[in-house]
């Protein structure tokens, strides 16, 4: 059995989840700030995480729901997954964002799990928390060895494509590190690089 580990924003999908949901609030530019800070390694993933859920207190539930169900794909997404799966891998998204916007995606492109956090609501409107085994800057790295060890894959039958600070730790235990349109701090431990906006490149470079 072979392994392919995903991030889900910026990566699987064109954008960042949070800052779909902070334009609703009217605060993107905000949201997006802390974002940048994050993935380029300026800032504490857990800190930036929780803050930029803070800012989310009040938004309606329902409206959430929407928004993740109809996030836009990376080009190249469907193909990516599909011609990985025909080479024998289970493919998995790893995401420092939320069950909300991942599980959907799963159900679009057939991947094999979604790993992600999840955000606290009550009474319909969300409560500013957050939780879920993603939360920390080295969760997907410990999420990998442990999936890893579950299905009896190698790090040499590893493969790990991401674009920002957070998925570091997961680098540190797959052969093929692919950096996918990814910020400086992401490329200098990757061993390949594509920065053209289109996942089914992945296939040509393997």
Known sequence: MKLAVFD??????????IDFLAEELGLKE?????????????????ESLTTRVSLLKGLQY???????????????????????????????CFSGGFREGT?????????????????????GVLSGFVGGDMMFGFSKGDMLVRLQKLLGV?????????DGANDKSMFEHASK????????VLKKEANIIIDTKD?????ERL
């Open 62 to 92: 329902h409206k959430v729901q929407d928004i993740c169900r109809n996030l836009p794909l990376m080009p190249g997404a469907v193909e990516v997954v599909k011609g990985l799966q025909d080479r024998g891998y289970k493919v998995v």
């Open 103 to 123: 599980t959907p995606a799963k159900l679009k492109l057939g991947l094999d799990a979604d790993f992600a956090n999840f955000l606290h609501h009550k009474d």
């Open 30 to 46: 905000q949201v997006s700030h802390i974002t940048e800070l994050a993935m380029s390694g300026q800032l504490d993933f857990f």
């Open 154 to 162: 190698s790090v040499e039958d590893t493969i790990a494509v991401g």
């Open 8 to 17: 889900f924003d910026s990566t699987l999908m064109d954008g960042e989840t």
């Open 177 to 184: 590190r692919i950096a996918f349109c990814a910020k400086e």
């Open 199 to 203: 996942l089914s490149l992945i296939l």
